[in-house]
């Protein structure tokens, strides 16, 4: 027995874990034609060589052609995919780590103009409301057919090698049936809590019968719907204890459901939420029934996990999203570095990313989802010692710092601000965002680890770079607010830098009227208009696209729009703002905002005390373009090199003294990931 709660091995019926930390089943859209093939096993053999004790694959792994993937889904509805999960579990196995499969009929979560076309079934013809869909009523047939999907999916992992399944019960077809918000049937199948169990009951037992009594199933089941018409907390005990008679091994909490934009970023909760909201009421379940239970929601630290595992709250404890960030945490748990865990920051960008650009991404470990060609472990280079100027201390420049540093080269960081973190000051300045900070305070103490040196306070100019004599310059010196998003009076607009770093008196105030105008569509004009309607000014927030912050994903925007709604901002959309000019009959000097549109000529006009643009940033690269011509490469990179992760050789100017390359903003208006990305990419080789 450890020391450590979370390093004790526990036993799930006779599969023994090494650990109680899990990797909660979440559907990364890693497959490729449906099938986890090498991205996918890559993903999660590399959190099993970190420690883990149980990986969950296939979130939301469908079992149906009707069934179509939303997100990238596993498609067990194909014999093909046995030799792919075998593959995958014999890895994971050989690394130390057990691993399950998540079974599911999405139902009404998912498209009726995805995959097969089928239409979508449940069981009454109730839309969803975030994927727009609206099912058909499920018939006796289609009951029948999903049931003998159900156990021949089951089958298909157990043939696959896994150690067991959970059954996704929350906001998809399994739990559709025994909720009364959303079982409207006056049939066998519904009309009374008992006929409401009969789907669930059959599929449970359909799948018992095909994988024997000894292999492992389980539940992740919504234990209270959060529903006016739903199940609270003891009715669906009720229905848990009805189902644990049937052959279920373990429960998995969950609180809410995921069937709108707002009840997804509730029972998902993101940065800016309290800790580990819902882990009281998971050691409330636990106390009231006889099998293991597992959850995970925002349990973003170790401290967090260890006093769920040890105050009885959990058997085992799910640290998924914290994973992504740091698939090797529970190994850094073990070896007494846990301060030096990547942290989760509670970003979201994880989820969010997979609408945004197809898959999931961590915000601040582009290694995650690249395993095959990014490495999480930093190896030291095995070539000549190097000395690196890194001009800048935003993400993109430290992560450059930080893994050039443990590559073993000489680095020091000239930053001309008195402290790290670029813009991600500014956006963690918002108190809702302000755990983004972690990003910058774990690479700044992971360069000192290897001996980085940081200069603060240090502007940089061509004749102190050169006198570093460096062989290697990296410029990540970022961007600059563009204003120029208006065709006048790009003097009179504050930038969302403005709003967001403060500007005392010469700053907007209560009553004020603002006008936003949004030309980005990612957080920052949210961020400044949600700032601002707290000041009590009084808001419009204006975009030329067809909806407010369209960059911003499903698991950020309802915290933005619920502060809207909550402050009264006015949203227009589809309105461009084209000039700003003073007001000549306000003696006050008031602005008039002129907004087009793309589509009508009518203009319209705003009469408000200022005005506040984000169009992005313009890279800062004055510094740069001096120190091409003395570079050896004149700021060239070889791409090819780049996507194929070999060293930058490109030697076009032979009287150079250093290569130099720039990275991040520096280079274009792009996000954090975008930035570190490049660092990592770029410096891993050298």
């Known amino acids: ?125 109730l839309r969803e409301a975030q994927h727009r869909s609206i099912p058909k009523e499920a018939e006796a047939w289609d009951v029948d057919r999903i049931v003998r999907h159900y156990a021949e999916a089951a089958a298909r992992c157990q043939a696959g090698g896994l150690d067991g399944i959970e059954i996704d019960a929350y906001s998809h077809l399994f739990d559709a049936w025994h909720s009364p918000a959303t079982n409207h049937r006056h049939d066998e199948l519904g009309g009374d809590p008992e006929a409401r169990l009969v789907f669930g009951t059959r599929v449970l037992d359909a799948v018992r019968a095909a994988v024997g009594p000894d292999f492992i199933v389980g539940l992740r089941m919504a234990m209270d719907e959060c529903l006016p018409d739903g199940l609270g907390l003891p009715e669906t005990l009720e229905v848990l204890r009805h189902y644990l008679g049937h052959g279920v091994d373990f429960l998995s909490v969950i609180k809410g459901g995921v069937d709108s934009d707002a009840r997804l970023a509730a029972a998902i909760p993101s940065m800016g939420t309290p800790s580990a909201p819902f882990l009281e009421f998971a050691g409330q379940v636990r106390r009231q029934i006889d099998v293991p239970v597992m959850h995970a929601a925002r349990i973003g630290d170790v401290a967090t996990a260890r006093h769920a595992i040890r105050d009885g709250l959990l058997d085992l404890v799910g640290m998924t999203r914290p994973q992504l960030a740091d698939p090797h945490l529970v190994a850094k748990v073990a070896r007494g570095e846990e301060d030096r865990i990547r942290p989760c920051v509670g970003a979201s960008y994880c989820l969010d990313a997979i609408y945004e650009s197809g898959d999931a991404k961590c915000l601040h470990n582009p290694a995650t989802g690249r395993e095959a060609t990014m490495p999480h472990v930093i190896a030291p280079t095995i070539g000549r010692r190097r000395r690196a100027v890194v001009i800048g201390a935003g993400p993109a420049g430290l992560e450059a710092a930080r893994v050039l540093g443990e590559r073993g080269h000489q680095v020091v960081v000239m930053e001309a601000a008195d402290r790290p973190g670029g813009q991600v000051l500014l956006a963690s300045s918002s108190l809702r965002r302000r755990d983004l900070i972690g990003i910058v305070d774990w690479r700044v103490s992971e360069a000192k680890h290897s001996g980085v040196e940081f200069r603060f306070g240090a502007w940089a100019d061509t004749d102190t770079v050169l006198a570093e004599e460096a062989d290697l310059v990296i410029v990540a010196t970022g961007g600059m607010p563009d204003r120029s998003v208006v065709t006048a009076g790009e003097d009179l607009v504050l930038d969302t830098w403005d709003v967001l770093s403060g500007m005392g008196a010469q700053g907007p105030k209560a009553g004020h009227r603002v006008l936003v105008f949004d030309d980005h569509g990612g957080e920052q004009a949210l961020d400044a208009t949600e700032h601002l309607a707290h000041l009590g000014a009084q808001v419009e927030l204006v975009t030329p696209e067809r909806t407010v912050g369209i960059g911003v994903g499903s698991m950020n925007s309802p915290a933005y729009l619920r502060a809207f709604a909550e402050h009264d901002v006015q949203i227009t959309v589809a309105r461009r703002l084209t000039s700003v000019r003073r007001s000549r009959t306000d003696e006050t000097g008031r602005l008039v905002a002129t907004l087009g549109s793309d589509y009508t000529d009518r203009i319209i006009e705003r009469h408000v005390d200022h005005v506040v643009v984000e169009h992005g940033t313009a890279p800062n690269d004055e510094l740069y373009h001096d120190l091409v011509g003395l570079s050896s490469n004149l700021g060239e990179v070889d791409q090819d090199a780049l996507l194929a992760g070999r060293g930058q050789h490109v030697r076009t100017n032979p009287e150079g003294r250093f290569q130099l390359f720039r990275i991040g903003d520096a280079v274009t208006s792009r996000n954090i990931h975008a930035g570190i990305y490049d660092a990592l990419r770029l410096c891993v080789t050298v």
């Open 1 to 125: 027995m450890h020391l450590d709660p979370l390093l004790d091995g526990y036993r799930l019926r006779d599969l023994e874990l090494r650990n109680r930390v899990v990797s909660t089943s979440h559907e990364p859209a890693y497959t490729e034609d449906g099938m986890p093939k090498d991205r996918y096993r890559l993903y999660h053999l590399e959190k099993a060589r970190g420690g883990v004790g149980l990986t969950m694959i296939g979130g939301s792994a469908v079992v149906s052609p009707d069934s179509p993937p939303a997100f990238g889904n596993m498609l067990l509805y194909s014999d093909e995919v046995v030799p792919w999960l075998r593959r995958l579990t014999d890895d994971v196995h050989e690394a130390g780590a057990a691993v399950m499969c998540q079974v599911t009929h999405l139902g009404r979560r998912t498209s009726n103009f995805a995959g097969d076309w089928l239409p979508l079934v449940y069981p009454s013809p």
